[in-house]
């Protein structure tokens, strides 16, 4: 079946240490994008990414960065200067048709201890 | 650039009863508009989407919408609730002929009490 792979779902880091979050999709979708989720706020887009090779930042980019080598993956980084890092991230692919219609992956939950 | 509010941050209804989810929109020019279900530690999952045409979008587990251009509206309703239905529920709204990058509202949570 095609989706979105989110790993890992849970992680757990110390203050000052960067992490990696995985999102590998088989939709063969051009278009992926990364939102952080907290309580009341909804979803914040972080970074994007519409082709291989380009990304643009979101509205909160700073302390993130991301790749996008292959068209199946779209890891997102959390550097150690994202004051506040500790959140549910959210990674989605565009469907075809160009509407902004999203498919999601099921979520990792950073907490930083 | 557009902007989505979702009127209630929380809404409680007990099993059975209708239930009403508030969307409005404020964008210059045409849209597409989308809800969108989230449960507990999951990932979202598409519930109905206007694109063009009729005005009222029937979706997933017996959910409508309709789209009201002068009131810029695409309020969610349902005739009778399960408590199946208790989740957090997210409007979204993209440009026609722009970016397609949707923009969405901070989310409702719904309570369905037995």
Not at chain 1, 1 to 8: N, V
Not at chain 1, 85 to 90: E, G, I, K, V, W
Not at chain 2, 86 to 105: D, L, Q
Request: charged share 20%; proline share 4%.
């Amino acid at each position: 079946d095609g989706g979105i792979t989110q790993s890992p779902k849970y992680l757990f880091r110390k203050e000052g240490q960067n992490v990696t979050l995985s999102c590998e999709q088989n939709l063969n979708h051009d278009a992926m994008y990364w939102y952080r989720q907290d309580p009341g706020q909804g979803l914040r887009l972080i970074y994007y990414s519409q082709i291989v090779n380009d990304f643009q930042k979101g509205d909160i980019a700073e302390g993130y960065s991301v790749s996008r080598e292959k068209k199946e993956s779209f890891p997102l980084t959390v550097t150690s200067a994202q004051k506040n890092p500790t959140a549910f991230y959210l990674c989605a692919s565009e469907t075809t048709g160009n509407t902004g219609e999203l498919f999601f992956g099921e979520g990792s939950r950073l907490t930083v201890l | 650039a557009q902007s989505v509010t979702q009127l209630d941050s929380q809404v409680p209804v007990f099993e059975e009863a209708p239930v009403e989810l508030r969307c409005n929109y404020s964008s210059s020019v045409s849209v597409y508009l989308f809800w969108y279900v989230q449960y507990p530690n999951q990932g979202l999952q598409l519930l109905l989407k206007y694109l063009s045409g009729s005005t009222l979008v029937k979706g997933i587990n017996g959910f409508e919408a309709e789209f009201n251009k002068s009131q810029t509206s695409f309020h969610l309703r349902k005739p009778s609730v399960h408590i199946s239905d208790t989740a957090e529920y997210f409007c979204a709204v993209s440009e026609k002929g722009g970016s397609y990058i949707p923009t969405f509202g901070r989310g409702t949570s719904l309570i369905v009490h037995p």
